[in-house]
Each structure stands twice: as structure tokens, then as C-alpha cells.
């Protein structure tokens, strides 16, 4: 095999073309990523006036509650009666559930637990560790704080309860604010026509009866007494009434970190779609190129196992592939993001992204593997089909067209499409998680790792068929 | 039909390799002219430079006078084969002579005339990729005859042809010349063409080194010597030395002798009463004749085996 | 010239490819067309009456598909040439290297207008049958889809002539190049990557300009009937540009078949 994988590699590097096809992609890579980063601005930080989480991220932390402080260590209990919606629909992500706050400036640390009729009950802290509890129909919620740990629990019937969360706010003070709180996100309606979509959104507000509404120790600090209010801003004002035993409160708006509007490390990667179109032509080339001069037949004679021919040029156009594919995304990252940051595409609205995040160092090595991929698959169409028109053909329409087309038909049809096509693996780039993840952005609905897999998965089969049919056909 | 080729001081070059350096020479008609030279010569540079393929840095190729790109029906005054394999492997036999008939304004029946002339009747149906190396030659060849050209450019047209079809193609090549054509063809075996060239253009690296008619060169070559066959060797050697010819011991019975006629060899033989069975004028091939010219002009040779 | 087209013609349709082609671009265009117009209907949108929907544009988007086999067909057309050597023999029989491209390109042309037709009448005849069924009915505003209607006719006439420029594109590129894959490769990337490429750019005006300038993009627009103020170019004027752009291909390609040796 180490033989045959030289061979292979001496073939490769041997034709000038080919070489030639490998340089392209780099530089097309980079220079499109390039471009695209020069032609791109953004004014979202000239009216970005979201508050900064606890980890320094975006958050909108607007919601209504009704609090009192808490001293030292103790609980707040409460159960959810009702839910339902004041202004609006009733969201699936309509909170209403107890908080624990460290202050009341938005963006200051807090664990809470709640009930949304779209996802039940949930534990959630900082802006995020969102922690699904039990089933449907348990309404006592419940948080307890003991030194800097806070425990959220649920029950259904306030006696059996089953923890669902936890999480240590290092530092916590003495005294902090806990109570009830209702939050109730924008509706978000998207309308596709034809080629072109409309985003349309409007603020909601819910409601929440609660009652069976307990701190503990209740005396902690003395005086303490329940007064209410809104929590950042919420784009409808909020209210709360105290009833016997509980309150009813109503509010409007969200705890959730703000994604930046674009994917900053993927628009810096979007050469990688032109760099492909160089590394298709390589990979099918590589192999019809010896049908049409019948040096295939020399090369069998050489090594009769046809499998390990095939597994031995997949591997070198693989790796080289890579290993420019690396070089090429490194570099258009690297060369992009100054490019970006000056365009407006820097904090707070974007964060920075470095090669030391977990997403972003995914986003770029990534990307080097689809090339890397789309190369043996271009190799394995050139294998079934013989023929490079084909192949070539093949390979392009798999993975361009379903972008063009997702983006026409209505938003199920085309994620669906999305879904099943190589041209998932572009979701490997994605380092921002969308509220509204619509194909013409390039965004794609299964996370990042799924998508690569449909690709691996396409690849797989083809090179099978490929490796069936070599060793099927005469030469 | 009196339409000649003609080169004049001819040359091109492929980035810093001179194909061909200042050739002229003239194809006349009625006799055909073989081309002949090592690889790489320059044979097939040239012929494509006729055919208006390949533009020359200088010089011109003329046929009847004018460049090829201006005549208003080339096919019909020159007829070319210079890569039998330059055919859509998935068309058919038939109707690859077909769109160059009708390239061409050549009648439908013209292609059925050529194929029985070069004997593809039976697999005119086949589609080209199906064909036999022979057969797709024979294509070519109906191709070049399609528009009853008076000038023939044929490159290497005995390929892949078996005895046989040699024979035939030195046939036809002969019935073409007497019918006043213009016949080119180009070789590097001159086995093929012995038998069937009138006249000979040899290059090498590019430039003209013979241009001589066939009789004359054999006539050069073949000087004239005798092989004796005679079980006295030693005695007719010195013998036939004395008598002022060079010989030399070219088998256990066998001299070869230069420098005496034949019936000079014989007399002096049965004078002394020397017996032989064999006294044979040896005649040069036209390979030997064009080895030893072209000794010097071989570009692309293998060091010769047994030789210093 | 003459004889030149009547060589072109037998080459082109003594090659069982070329039919193939031929009916990859009807069926393609009819098959795609109708899966998309299939899966969409108006319960997406508030109420069908007030679904902005462009059907024409909708049942004519199976020409994303069918223009590859138009594209292939006319490269492999000058390019195949190149990889059998064929190209000597056919400059051998018409020296004039000029003739030879415009025979290539008048035969192909007429072929692909001829399937695009054909394409063009079934994705309609197919929408026609589709659309009521989806909701898009006369009572909501959707009258079945005619060529009477002037839009619709301007529509599909365009689509048609997308087509056919889109093999002049392929043509003029193939003769440029000389090699099927670059070529091939040169003319998708063309198409397809550049409209995805432009959406991903941030700015909207750039997204614009691009848009404009691309060939799928600007030579589509001819198929738009509602909306057309939304559209980054004209109609007329994206087929204009696409028109630009298989211009300058042949003209490039002419320039290098006749200039450079075969």
C-alpha cells in the first residue's frame, strides 16, 4: 500500500495542470474570502444597545418581576397556575417561572427556573445551560441558594421534588433579588414569496398566575417586602397584581444571549465555495484523465487489487486537499477578519473570534476537510461515470444547486433539501446559532457536525459504488 | 491536374525547439514523394503547416499556388489522413465521412464510393470507438479520398495496417500517382514504402537532407557489391583481391566483394576453376540506402547494439 | 457557409449524446419545475389571496436545472473536438476558423431553442395542471397560466432565449479554453456560484451589484411577472447582460481558434 500511495502521489504532483488546480483553490479561497469580507459592512454597532452578559456576550435580559430581596442562604418557591397570552399569541418561549438575581442592572448573573408551553420546564442560568426538567404538568417550581450554589427543582404536586439544575455564581453577594418573573419574546412571521422572503416581527406580552408563593427564611432580610417592576427593556410594559397567596404577572420580552446578525467566521470562508469548483475538476480529473488515455489499464496492471488504487488516490488527493485546504481557510480567515472588524463587524455586536473558540477553530479546519471531501467525491463520481463531463456535472449540481432551490421553496421544503444533500456540509462553518436560520444566508437547520456527516455519508456511498464498479468493469 | 506542393524556406518553432529550420522542397504530381525522416524530425509539423493547422513563423506552404485557408473547397484539392484516430469513438463510421462529405458539398453516394474503396463496406455501420486500428486507418485514408483531391498529405498512412493491407496501400498509392496526383506521404519504416515512392525528401532536426528521386538514391547506395557463395574461400579472396576488388568474409562460405562487376567476378572464378554456387549482385534496400544518409541527422537514436 | 451548417448538423445529431442532452434539457426543466411548483401552495401565506406568489417564475425555475445540460452539450460541442483531434480534420475541410465557430454555434443554438421550447411548454402545461390544485386559483387571483398573458408570454419567449445564450456562453468558453473541464468547470462557476456567493456578501449593495452582473441572476429576471421594482435588474436588461457575457465568450473564443495553431 505505502508503494501505490507513492505512486499515486508522484502522479498527482507530476502534472503541472493539477498542481496548478490545487494553487487556484488556495488563492480563490482567499481571494473571494477577501472580497467578500471588503464588500461586506455592517452598521448593527452603531444601534447596539443590548446589555452585556455575565461572560461579555450580547444578552437581552428583559423580562417583568415582581421581587424582594433575599439575605444568606435560602429558597424561593412557587407554582405556576396558568400561562397565557396577553398581547399576541402565546409564544413557545413565553417564560413565566422563580429567579434568583444578583442585582436588577440587565445582564447581571441569575439562575432561574420556569415553564414555556412550547419546551416545559427549564432551568437556566446565565443566559444559557438551559436545562430541560421532567414532564408536562409540574408546576411547582423551586430555587435554593446555599453559599454561591444555586439548585433549581421541580414538582408536580409541591411534595416530591426532583432537581433539575444547578450551577455556582462564584462571588455571590449576601443579599440578592429573587421573585417571579413573565417573559414573552417578539413573533417572528416569515412570508416566502418566490426568490425573495419577508421577515416580519412584533413584540408579545404573556401572563402568569402564581400562587403557593414562599422565600424562605421569610424574615431574610428583615423588612424585606415584594414590589415589582421591568428588568432592562422590555418593548411592552409589564404589571404585576398581588393576589391572595400569589401574584399575577404579566410581561413581555426575553432571557437569551443576542446572536450577531452574521456569521463573521463564515462570511470570511465563503471563497471556499469558489475554491471547490478548482478542487471538483482535480479530483474527477484525476481519474477520468487515465480512462481517456487507457493508462488506467497500466495502472491496473501495476497493482491488480483495483480497491487499493482507489483507496490510494482518494487518500493522496485527500490529504493534499487538506493540507491546501488548511492553508487556504487559515489564511482567508486570518487575512478577513481585520478586513470585517473595520467594516463594523466588531464587538460588541460581533465578538471576536479567534482560532482559540471551539467553533471557530471548527469553522476553518472544517471547511479544509470539505475540500478535502469534495475532492475523493469528485474522484469517485470520475470512477462511476468515466467520463469527466459527467462527473464534473454531477458533483457541481449536488452541491450548488440545493442552495439556490432551498431558497426558493417554502421554509420546510427547503430545509429538507438542505438536509439531504452534500451541500450540507457547508454547515460545518457555522459558528452563531440564528433564531431564524433561513437557507439564502447559508445557514442550515441541523447543527454543524449532522451536516458534515450527510456529506461524509455521500462520500462513503460513492466511493463504495466506485470501488463495486472498478472492480466489476473491464479497465 | 497539375497541382504541386510547394515549400518555401519553411519555419517554426514550439518555444525554444526548432521544428523545422528553412525546408523547401516541391511534391510534384504524378509520382509519389515519400517523407521521411527519424522521430521528431519535423514530418508531421510540416504536414500540418500544408495543411493550414499550425501558422509558420516564416516561409510558406503552397498548394496549386495558394495557401490552404484560402482555397474555396479544400477537400476537394487536398486530401489529408494525418491521425486516423482523430474520431468520435461514439459516430459512426458512415456518417463521420458523412458530415465531411457534406463539409465538403459532396453528394451522399460520394461516401458509399469511398467506402467500397477502401474496403470498409462491411463495418461502415460500426461506430469508430468499435473499429479495429486497421480499419479506423482505412477510415482515415476514405476520409482523405472523399473529395477526389489531386493532392494526397498522408501521415504515416501504413499504421497499424497488416501485410495485407501494406500491399494494398503500396497499391493504391501507385494508382493514385498514375492518376496524376500529388501523393505526400510521410513514414518512418521504409520497408512500407519500398516498392511505391518515386521520390524521396528526407529531413532530420528539422532541416532538408535529401531530396532526391528514388532510383538515383539506390543507385548511389547500392555501389556495387557482389556476395560470392563458395567453398574455396581463402583461395577466391585472394584471388579477386589481386585483381584490384576489396573483399571481405561475410559468412563460412560467403565473401562479399566491392570493386568488380559481377561478370568480371565470374570470369576470374572459372579461370582458375574456383568453384561457386552463388554470385549475386547485391541491391541496397531503400532502408540501408537511407540509414547510411541519414546517419548523421538521427535526433532520437539508441546507441547501436554491437557497434563502437 | 452553407456547407459548413450541413457539416455541423451531421456531426451534431450522429452523436446519441447530443439526443440525450436534448431530452435531458425538456425533461430536467418540466421535472424540476413541477417539484418545485408541487411544494408550494398558499397555506404558507396568511390568506391565498394575499400570497404574492410569482407562479410563472415559480414553474419556469426548472431551467436551474436544465441549463446544465444546455451548458454541456455546447462545450462538449467545440471541446470534444480538442480531445479526439477531430478539430484538424474539420479546420482541414473549412479553413475559414470563423465559419466553423458560427456554424457550431447557429446548429447548437437552434437545437437548444428548440428544446428550451419544448421545456417551456411543459413546465407550463405541468404548472397549469399543478397550481389550482395548490391553491393558486382564479378566485384568489391566479388565472391558470396562458401565453396570451403578455407577462407570461414575455416570460417563457425570455427563458428560451436564456437558453440559447447560455449555450453561446458554453460555446464561446469551450473554443476559448479548449478543454472540457476547465471549461465546464469556468461556465458552472459562472452560473451557480455566483448568485450564492453574492448572497452570502454582507452588503446589501454589493448583493445588488453583484446581482446584476452575474449571469444566472440578471439573465432570470426575464422570467419575473410580479415584483419586478424588487428585482435587482430589469428583465430585459438581465437578459441584456447575459447576452454581454455569451458576446464576449465567443468573442474570445473566436479570437483564439483563430489565432493559435490547432
Known amino acids: 500500500m505505502g508503494r501505490l500511495l507513492l505512486a499515486e502521489w508522484t502522479k498527482l504532483a507530476s502534472v503541472p495542470r493539477w498542481v496548478a488546480a490545487i494553487v487556484a483553490a488556495v488563492v480563490l479561497t482567499v481571494l473571494v474570502g477577501l472580497l467578500g469580507a ?53 409564544q413557545d418561549r413565553a417564560r413565566a417561572g422563580v429567579i434568583l438575581k444578583e442585582g436588577l442592572e440587565p445582564g447581571s448573573r441569575y439562575a432561574a427556573m420556569m415553564v414555556t408551553p412550547g419546551h416545559g420546564v427549564r432551568f437556566q442560568a446565565n443566559f444559557a445551560d438551559e436545562v430541560a426538567g421532567g414532564g408536562t404538568g409540574a408546576r411547582w417550581l423551586r430555587l435554593t441558594r446555599f453559599g454561591s450554589v444555586v439548585d433549581g427543582y421541580e414538582s408536580a404536586d409541591g411534595t416530591a421534588w426532583r432537581r433539575v439544575g444547578t450551577v455556582d455564581l462564584a462571588g455571590l453577594p449576601s443579599t440578592v433579588q429573587v421573585g417571579l418573573f413573565v ?99 482535480l479530483g474527477v480529473l484525476s481519474i477520468t484523465s487515465e480512462y ?72 476553518v479546519i472544517g471547511s479544509a476537510a470539505v475540500l478535502a471531501l469534495v475532492a475523493v467525491l469528485g474522484l469517485a463520481a470520475g470512477a462511476i461515470l468515466r467520463r469527466s463531463a459527467g462527473a464534473i456535472t454531477a458533483v457541481i449540481l449536488l452541491l450548488v444547486l440545493p442552495q439556490l432551490v432551498a431558497a426558493a421553496l417554502p421554509v420546510s421544503a427547503g430545509r429538507w433539501l438542505q438536509r439531504l444533500t452534500p451541500s450540507a456540509g457547508f454547515a460545518i462553518q457555522q459558528t452563531v446559532e440564528r433564531g431564524l436560520c433561513l437557507p439564502e444566508d447559508g445557514c442550515f437547520p441541523e447543527g454543524p457536525w449532522l451536516g458534515f456527516g450527510v456529506l461524509c455519508a455521500y462520500v462513503a456511498v460513492a466511493l463504495a459504488v466506485a470501488f463495486w464498479l472498478l472492480r466489476r468493469r473491464d479497465a | 491536374m497539375s497541382t504541386t506542393i510547394e515549400l518555401r524556406d519553411l519555419r517554426k518553432r514550439y518555444g525554444r525547439t526548432v521544428a523545422v529550420d528553412g525546408l523547401s522542397f516541391t511534391v510534384a504530381p504524378g509520382e509519389v514523394t515519400a517523407f521521411v525522416g527519424p522521430n521528431g524530425a519535423g514530418k508531421s509539423t510540416t504536414m500540418r503547416m500544408i495543411l493550414g493547422l499550425d501558422a509558420p ?47 465538403a458539398g459532396l453528394p451522399r453516394g460520394r461516401v458509399e464510393e469511398v467506402v467500397e474503396l477502401v474496403g470498409l463496406g462491411p463495418v461502415a455501420g460500426r461506430r469508430a470507438g468499435a473499429l479495429s486500428l486497421g480499419m479506423r486507418q482505412r477510415l482515415g485514408l476514405a476520409g482523405a479520398l472523399l473529395g477526389d483531391p489531386p493532392v494526397l498529405v498522408l501521415d504515416e498512412p501504413a499504421n497499424g495496417l497488416d501485410p495485407q493491407g501494406i500491399v494494398w496501400i503500396r497499391g493504391l498509392l501507385r494508382s493514385l500517382a498514375a492518376d496524376g496526383r500529388a501523393v505526400l506521404v510521410s513514414s518512418h519504416l521504409m520497408s512500407e514504402l ?72 565470374v570470369a576470374l572464378l572459372s579461370q582458375r576453376g574456383l568453384a561457386f554456387s552463388e554470385v549475386a549482385a547485391h541491391r541496397a534496400s531503400l532502408e540501408e540506402a537511407y540509414m547510411e544518409l541519414t546517419r548523421d541527422a538521427v535526433e532520437f537514436g539508441a546507441p547501436a547494439t554491437g557497434e563502437a | 457557409m452553407r456547407q459548413a451548417l450541413a457539416a455541423e448538423w451531421t456531426k451534431l445529431r450522429t452523436v446519441s449524446s447530443a439526443a440525450w442532452l436534448v431530452v435531458a434539457v425538456v425533461g430536467c426543466t418540466v421535472l424540476l419545475g413541477s417539484a418545485m411548483t408541487a411544494s408550494v401552495d398558499t397555506s404558507q401565506c396568511p390568506s391565498p389571496a394575499s400570497c404574492q406568489e410569482d407562479t410563472v417564475r415559480l414553474v419556469l425555475a426548472g431551467v436551474w436545472v436544465g441549463q446544465v445540460a444546455v451548458v454541456v452539450m455546447a462545450v462538449l460541442a467545440v471541446t470534444n473536438e480538442y480531445d479526439t483531434g477531430m478539430i484538424q480534420t474539420t479546420l482541414a475541410a473549412t479553413p475559414r476558423r470563423g465559419t466553423v465557430l458560427l456554424a457550431k454555434a447557429a446548429v447548437v443554438t437552434a437545437t437548444v431553442l428548440a428544446g428550451g421550447t419544448a421545456g417551456v411548454i411543459g413546465s407550463l402545461a405541468a404548472g397549469r395542471a399543478i397550481l389550482p390544485g395548490n391553491g393558486f386559483t382564479e378566485a384568489n387571483g391566479y388565472p391558470p397560466l396562458s401565453v396570451t398573458d403578455e407577462p407570461t408570454l414575455r416570460a417563457a419567449g425570455g427563458t428560451v432565449l436564456y437558453l440559447g445564450l447560455v449555450a453561446l ?90 489565432v493559435r495553431d490547432a
Open chain 1, 292 to 363: 481517456k488515455r487507457g493508462m488506467i489499464r497500466t495502472t491496473f496492471a501495476a497493482s491488480p487489487r483495483r480497491g487499493r488504487v482507489l483507496a490510494a488516490k482518494a487518500l493522496v488527493l485527500g490529504g493534499a486537499t487538506f493540507v491546501a485546504g488548511l492553508v487556504a481557510c487559515l489564511a482567508a480567515f486570518l487575512l478577513a477578519q481585520p478586513t470585517l472588524r473595520a467594516n463594523g463587524y466588531g464587538p460588541p455586536a460581533f465578538p471576536r473570534a479567534s482560532l482559540a473558540d471551539g467553533p471557530v477553530l471548527r469553522a
Open chain 2, 194 to 265: 519500398e516498392g511505391s515512392a518515386d521520390h524521396l525528401v528526407a529531413i532530420g532536426r528539422g532541416r532538408l537532407v535529401a531530396d532526391t528521386s528514388v532510383r538515383d538514391l539506390l543507385a548511389a547506395a547500392s555501389g556495387d557489391r557482389v556476395v560470392v557463395r563458395t567453398a574455396q574461400r581463402t583461395e577466391a579472396m585472394t584471388l579477386l583481391a589481386n585483381a584490384g576488388a576489396t573483399v571481405s568474409a561475410t559468412g563460412r562460405e560467403v565473401v562479399t566483394v566491392s570493386g568488380l562487376p559481377a561478370e568480371r567476378i
Open chain 1, 38 to 90: 471588503a464588500s461586506s459592512t455592517s452598521d448593527a454597532n452603531r444601534h447596539w444597545d443590548f446589555a452585556v452578559g455575565p461572560d461579555g456576550r450580547s444578552v437581552r435580559d428583559d423580562f417583568h418581576l415582581a421581587h424582594r430581596p433575599l439575605a444568606g442562604d435560602g429558597s424561593v418557591t412557587a407554582r405556576v397556575a396558568s400561562q397565557a397570552g396577553l398581547v399576541g399569541e402565546l
Open chain 2, 57 to 103: 513563423d516564416e516561409g510558406a506552404a503552397l498548394v496549386g499556388g495558394q495557401r490552404y485557408r484560402s482555397l474555396p473547397s479544400p477537400l476537394r484539392v487536398v486530401g489529408a489522413l494525418l491521425d486516423a484516430g482523430a474520431v468520435h469513438p461514439g459516430r459512426r463510421a458512415r456518417d463521420h465521412l458523412l458530415w465531411m462529405a457534406r463539409a
Open chain 3, 169 to 258: 456562453l458554453g460555446l464561446g468558453l469551450g473554443a476559448a479554453v479548449r478543454d472540457t473541464a476547465g471549461a465546464l468547470l469556468g461556465v458552472l462557476t459562472l452560473l451557480y456560484v455566483a448568485p450564492v456567493v453574492a448572497a452570502l456578501v454582507g452588503d446589501p449593495a454589493w448583493q445588488a451589484r453583484l446581482q446584476k452582473v452575474a449571469p444566472m441572476t440578471a439573465g432570470l429576471a426575464i422570467q419575473a411577472t410580479r415584483g419586478l421594482e424588487r428585482l435587482p435588474i430589469g428583465p430585459w436588461a438581465g437578459l441584456g447582460v447575459l447576452a454581454a457575457w455569451a458576446g464576449t465568450a465567443m468573442l474570445l473564443g473566436a479570437v483564439v481558434l483563430q
Open chain 1, 183 to 281: 417573559a414573552s419574546p417578539d413573533a417572528v412571521q416569515v412570508t416566502r414569496q418566490f426568490g425573495s422572503v419577508g421577515i416580519g416581527g412584533h413584540p408579545t406580552a404573556a401572563t402568569a398566575t402564581f400562587d403557593n408563593v414562599r422565600v424562605e427564611p421569610a424574615g431574610s432580610p428583615p423588612g424585606a417586602s415584594w414590589t415589582d417592576r421591568d428588568v432592562g427593556r422590555p418593548a411592552l410594559e409589564g404589571d404585576a397584581t398581588e393576589r391572595a397567596g400569589g401574584f399575577t404577572v404579566s410581561g413581555s420580552g426575553d432571557l437569551a444571549v443576542v446572536p450577531p446578525e452574521d456569521d463573521v467566521v463564515r462570511l470570511s470562508l465563503t471563497g471556499v465555495l469558489v475554491g471547490l469548483m478548482a478542487v471538483v475538476g
